[in-house]
């Protein structure tokens, strides 16, 4: 499926055995047409993780590009492909500028305190640490924000970032002070096919009782957890609420995914508020968290203790702002965007160079 800005997404056939290779064809081949024949001077890459090291939005070469394959075993579902690009465009385009923003970046001022993992201090030296995730989405958020609902910006804010991914960022003054993600993009909330948080015991079980190898928890835990492993339906909770009331086996689970799906949400939101000393704005954001009425309803559902008063019809609606004006806690739908922050990063940067 392909989709440009105006037009309807209409299916294209791709190389199967080099589907990136021939798809990135396909973009720059669009991408020059639209430019009648300009040249591309800069291209902005969204990159899931820079490390303990990259965090500044940067001009890359080949050098950096190898540095960063060495995490692609921390985001094994996002890491490459962009370091595959990036390699196929320094020889295709090698006048153009390219630059990595980093989905980690957001992340850099949590305090010590919440990077740090209880294991022996080496660990930390080592690079073992909560990075964050969804970083791009949430700096953007946060750019908005003030816009958007004045000095509440600069309170005590949750953004709920809810897609096939999902996370969650406590920020205070527009800065992440605690996220649900941490060292990879398994961490924290249960998502569309991944796990979220999970007790370590039950990977060592996997391994030496029912003698599963390291790939193929790593495949169960990416590819088969989740809404999806749960339900045994649809990674799509959209998909599964339409089997809630189905008789049989699959009804009930069915109903047991969503409902685990919301109180994973539900509990980290709790936890947060905790960290924060209270809430003043929640936000939603995302694929579900932009337009998945019913999941902001239960999830708010389960937030009367803070304060939230909800208003069915402007969630139905979809509108900016979900709340009552009676309500503690201010709730919202800003939808992210990922791409003009990537784009507002490039631009800064050059001007600077």
């Known amino acids: 499926m392909f989709s440009e800005t105006g037009t309807a997404p209409y299916n294209i056939v791709l190389d199967s055995e080099h589907p990136h290779t021939a798809a990135l064809a396909l973009i720059q081949a669009r991408i020059s047409a639209y430019l009648n024949g300009c040249p591309i001077a800069f291209i902005a890459h969204r990159i899931v993780h820079g490390g303990s090291k990259y965090f500044n939005p940067m001009v ?47 992340h850099h001022t949590l305090p010590k305190v919440e ?6 201090y080496s660990a930390w030296e080592r690079g073992l640490r ?47 002070i605690a996220t649900t993600m941490g ?41 088969e957890s989740g809404l999806l492993g749960v339900s045994g339906i649809s990674a799509e909770p959209q998909i599964i609420v339409q089997h809630e009331n189905d008789p049989s086996e699959q009804g ?44 902001r309803e239960r999830i708010c559902r389960e937030l009367v203790w803070l304060g939230v008063k909800f208003d069915l019809n402007a969630n139905a609606n979809n509108t900016a702002i979900i709340s009552t004006p009676s309500s503690q806690v201010r709730v919202a739908v800003e939808p992210t965007n990922e791409e003009w922050i990537i784009a507002h990063h490039t631009q800064e940067l050059m001007a600077i160079s």
């Open 60 to 106: 890359v070469n080949s050098s950096i590009i190898a540095e960063l394959r060495t995490l692609i075993p921390l985001a094994p579902l996002h890491q490459a492909f962009p370091l595959t690009a990036m390699s196929l465009l320094l020889e295709q385009q090698p006048n153009a500028v390219q630059v990595a923003c980093f989905d980690t970046a957001f």
């Open 115 to 120: 990077q740090i993992f209880p294991l022996p």
């Open 130 to 176: 909560r990075y964050g995730f969804h970083g791009l989405s949430y700096n953007y958020i946060s750019h908005v924000l003030p816009e958007r609902h004045g000095n509440l910006a600069h309170s005590r804010v949750i953004v709920a970032h809810l897609g096939n991914g999902a996370s969650l960022c406590a920020m205070n003054n527009r800065q992440s």
């Open 183 to 223: 060292f990879s993009t398994l961490d924290g909330l249960m998502m569309g096919t991944r796990s979220g948080g999970l007790d370590p015991g039950v990977m060592i079980y996997l391994m030496e009782t029912e003698k599963l190898t390291l790939k193929e928890i790593e495949h169960i835990l990416y590819y």
């Open 252 to 295: 009930e689970r069915a109903r047991l995914a969503l409902a685990l799906y919301i109180r994973r949400i539900v509990r980290e939101i709790g936890a947060l508020t905790a960290v924060l000393g209270g809430l003043d704005l929640l936000v939603f954001t995302a694929g579900i968290g932009e337009h998945n009425a019913f999941v």
